[in-house]
């Protein structure tokens, strides 16, 4: 695991959490969290449209966390990646280790 994926792990494995969050739950908000910087970084370019759409992807994640204690109704057998498009998430490797530690939470 490299530092950023043993940082990524960690905030969201033992970073305190306000509500009562499970670390599935707490590790969804984090990827939507460093999305949501991807997003903020091309804000006013085009390509911030697909971004945001991830975005709202990624929170279909934490719903399916908070309600169903699992991700597995969103993505079935496939990935995280997969779920929120390959391209998009190659073309923004600092979320690779958000979407490590939520599926590690898994």
Known sequence: ???VERT????VHQ?????SRTPLQAAAGKLIAAIQKEWGIEAGEPKS??????????HHLLQ????????GSVIGSGSVST???EQWVQ??????PYIAA???AQ
């Open 1 to 3: 695991m490299s530092q």
């Open 8 to 11: 990524a792990f960690d905030d």
């Open 15 to 19: 970073s305190p959490m306000t509500r």
């Open 49 to 58: 449209v697909e971004s945001e759409n991830v975005m709202n992807e990624a």
């Open 64 to 71: 399916a966390a908070s309600k169903f204690g699992s991700i």
């Open 83 to 85: 779920f929120l498009g």
């Open 91 to 96: 073309a923004h490797p600092r979320v690779l």
């Open 102 to 104: 939520l599926e590690a």
